[in-house]
């Protein structure tokens, strides 16, 4: 293995639009991540194959970052290493009481070739507000992208040559506090792995079914569904199996007694439709205009009968746009217009946006690596 440190980069040289703290005091929230000036690169001596064929989270480049925190000594300076396993007591508490984070962002080799991150500061803003839910350290978001972005360039070679596929990056914070005891960690790692990613699901091309059933909640008023923490996916395997039995691929989550439709697996869920005053409406919060509300599954129903819905569509980062073409409810399998001449919006939108990651439609949105 070989080592090296990160050279800082200059303001005129760096691809994000805001300054790089390469060394600095700590922050107001009283702790730093290890600065990205201070970036150690020990090289993998030998490189894996690439594979042609891939499922979603299954293949994983040659290196990783980590990061070491302490109560006691703060940040430690940020490693690329070669991927390998993690060393964990038995005790730590992200095993035992789901103290952990993470967050999904993926990188894109564009039609020039140049590599593309889309909308990365969003990702560090959620992952700063799950650390500090999970009562993890806080850290310098623009520390932890400059040092992404340099893994991600290491690594560059795994970005597909596709329009159809990218580079998955997973950041991911958790407590190594070693006690069975409940308490805010003293020690903790935040890592990022890097992961070929073609399709979610199997046939992207088909639109998907959906089970609602509201005995099963996934995210509710004052929990932690507005934070990306483990525990709100592994508790919804059992109703996401329980959904495959009734014919469907994803649950469709329901909230309350009026049954309020909150997302589906884990994708938002946009809705164009006529509304009730009979305009057209687009319910979510996307770059067309549109008006973010609750919606029922009775309005929904009742929309349908009266033919006022124009189609339906979950988005999320690792499955992108996803119409949806059935909805099964109280016995009932609800048909979704989907492939029709109304039924275009979806479609606009998924072209619209990997355009932009993609870089043939220049944006703000996207930075180059």
Not at 239 to 262: K, R
Request: hydrophobic share 35%.
């Amino acid at each position: 293995s070989a080592s090296q440190s990160l050279s800082p980069s200059s303001p005129s040289t760096s691809p994000f639009p805001f300054p790089l703290r390469l060394c600095g005091g700590p922050l107001s929230s009283g702790w730093l991540l290890g600065c990205a000036a201070d970036l150690v690169i020990q090289l993998s001596s030998t490189l894996k194959s690439k594979p042609d064929v891939f499922s979603f989270g299954t293949v994983f480049t040659d290196h990783m970052l980590t990061i070491e925190w302490s109560a006691t000594e703060g940040w430690q300076a940020p490693l690329i290493k070669p991927f390998g396993n993690l060393s964990l007591d038995p005790a730590c508490s992200s095993l035992h009481y789901g103290i952990q984070l993470f967050e999904g962002m993926k990188a894109y080799r564009g039609d020039d070739n140049r590599l593309r991150l889309f909308r990365p500061m969003l990702n560090m803003n959620r992952m700063a507000n799950s650390s500090k839910r999970a009562c993890l350290p806080a850290f310098d978001q623009s520390e932890l992208l400059e040092c992404i972005r340099r893994l991600v360039e290491i690594d560059e070679e795994w970005v597909p040559h596709s329009n159809s596929a990218s580079l998955y990056i997973r950041p991911t914070f958790i407590s190594t506090e070693p006690s069975l005891g409940v308490k805010k960690p003293s020690s903790a790692l935040l890592y990022v792995i890097l992961s070929q990613a073609g399709s979610y699901f199997n046939n992207e091309a088909e639109a998907l079914s959906l089970w609602a059933d509201p005995k099963y909640t996934r995210a509710w008023k004052g929990g932690t569904g507005d934070c990306k923490m483990g525990g709100n996916y592994g508790c919804a395997l059992f109703a996401q199996y329980e959904a495959v039995d009734y014919g469907c691929q994803q649950v469709l989550w329901l909230y309350g007694e009026d049954h309020q439709i909150t997302e589906a697996g884990t994708m938002n869920i946009f809705l164009h439709w006529i509304n009730e005053d009979g305009g057209d409406g687009r319910w979510g919060c996307i770059i067309f205009k549109v008006t973010e509300r609750y919606l029922t599954m009775g309005q929904l129903c009742s929309a349908l009968k009266q033919q006022q819905v124009k189609e339906m569509f979950g988005s999320g980062t690792a499955c992108m746009i996803c119409p949806i073409g059935h909805i099964i409810y109280q016995g009932e399998n609800l048909h979704i217009p989907c492939q029709d001449k109304n039924s275009q919006l979806t479609s606009q939108i998924a072209k619209e946006l990997t355009d932009i990651q993609y870089g043939r439609t220049p944006s703000d949105w996207t930075f180059l690596v």
